[in-house]
């Protein structure tokens, strides 16, 4: 099989994606983008800036009212996590585009 080079400016935003999105793991990162997982931890560890972030959204337990306050965090956490998963959703579909533009420019058919 063909080995695949990609721009250092996909590995980048590879990169970027992996440390901007709550909670995502190598492997899932990686088989979004198409890439091999062992790629991405070496980018990761090369150009990454060795932060993460780890989101969770703690739902209220059933049957107990939740005070105002503890609704208002639960709810910005809930709209961080949404905006942060369309963040992620964006820089997907951008890398992707570069990768088929990429790729489209490389076939001689």
């Known amino acids: 099989m063909a080995r695949k080079n990609y721009t250092d400016e996909f590995r980048r935003r590879a990169v970027d994606l992996y440390e901007s999105t709550p909670g995502a793991t190598l492997k899932g990162i990686a088989a979004d983008l198409g890439v091999s997982r062992g790629s991405l931890k070496e980018w990761v560890d090369k150009l990454g800036s060795g932060t993460t972030r780890t989101g969770e959204v703690v739902a209220p337990v059933a049957g107990r009212s939740e005070s105002q306050a503890a609704k208002v965090r639960r709810l ?34």
């Open 76 to 109: 910005e956490a809930e709209l961080a996590a949404a905006q942060a998963e369309a963040h992620k959703l964006a820089q997907e579909r951008d890398i992707l585009r570069q990768a088929a533009k990429y790729f489209a420019g490389e076939t001689n058919w």
